[in-house]
């Protein structure tokens, strides 16, 4: 059986929560559920069981310290064009960069073939469907300067993806601590 994977950080619930209340006031947007927020590190995309387990092994031996990071300002994709997603960013991180730098070359020596796009870290929380332009301009000028308090990443997972008729449904595969107390320069 295939399944469809991605590695992801999650957030905070009191960071969930804080998003929560910037989810409304945008006509024909479909609202991330808050259960479903998170940050990709990397997308795997669809493997047979077989790869499946070697990458859930595989991805055990990342040995990385906890970091904090913050959220900070709002856009959208695609920067021309008409908006469809809007996203939250992330205040520059050195230490989420090194983490995403890591999981994909462990990863790519595995054989996984992954996408060549920069890692531009961001949490989507809406998609959006001929929303008017104005509206999205009206919005993002509304929160933009959103940001979160610091929070702490302590672990990253691997989640399995089924796309549905209302979104995908996000399952965790496997849970990954983050506990080395090390340099992270000696990554």
Same mark, same amino acid.
């Not at 990385?64 to 997603?85: E, I, Q, S, T, Y």
């Given at each position: 059986?295939?399944?469809?994977?991605?590695?992801?950080?999650?957030?905070?619930?009191?960071?969930?929560?804080?998003?929560?209340?910037?989810?409304?006031?945008?006509?024909?947007?479909?609202?991330?559920?808050?259960?479903?927020?998170?940050?990709?590190?990397?997308?795997?995309?669809?493997?047979?069981?077989?790869?499946?387990?070697?990458?859930?092994?595989?991805?055990?031996?990342?040995?990385?310290?906890?970091?904090?990071?913050?959220?900070?300002?709002?856009?959208?994709?695609?920067?021309?064009?008409?908006?469809?997603?809007?996203?939250?960013?992330? $205040?520059?991180?050195?230490?989420?960069?090194?983490?995403?730098?890591?999981?994909?070359?462990?990863?790519?020596?595995?054989?996984?073939?992954?996408?060549?796009?920069?890692?531009?870290?961001?949490?989507?929380?809406?998609?959006?469907?001929?929303?008017?332009? +104005?509206?999205?301009?009206?919005?993002? $000028?509304?929160? +933009?300067?959103?940001?979160?308090?610091?929070?702490?990443?302590?672990?990253?997972?691997?989640?399995?993806?089924?796309?549905?008729?209302?979104?995908?449904?996000?399952?965790?595969?496997?849970?990954?601590?983050?506990?080395?107390?090390?340099?992270?320069?000696?990554?």
């Amino acid at each position: 059986m295939k399944k469809r994977l991605f590695v992801a950080l999650d957030l905070p619930e009191s960071i969930t929560a804080r998003i929560e209340r910037l989810c409304s006031g945008l006509p024909h947007a479909r609202w991330v559920p808050p259960e479903q927020l998170h940050l990709t590190l990397c997308f795997i995309g669809e493997v047979d069981g077989a790869t499946f387990q070697d990458i859930r092994e595989e991805l055990s031996s990342v040995i990385f310290p906890p970091f904090a990071m913050r959220l900070d300002g709002m856009g959208f994709f695609p920067p021309r064009g008409k908006p469809r997603v809007i996203w939250l960013g992330v $205040e520059k991180n050195e230490s989420l960069h090194l983490l995403q730098h890591k999981i994909d070359t462990l990863l790519t020596h595995y054989g996984v073939v992954l996408e060549k796009r920069k890692f531009a870290p961001h949490i989507t929380i809406a998609r959006l469907n001929n929303t008017p332009a +104005s509206k999205v301009a009206r919005y993002l $000028e509304e929160y +933009s300067l959103f940001c979160t308090e610091s929070f702490f990443v302590k672990e990253f997972r691997l989640y399995s993806s089924l796309l549905g008729q209302q979104g995908a449904i996000h399952t965790i595969e496997q849970e990954y601590g983050l506990n080395h107390t090390g340099d992270i320069a000696e990554q």
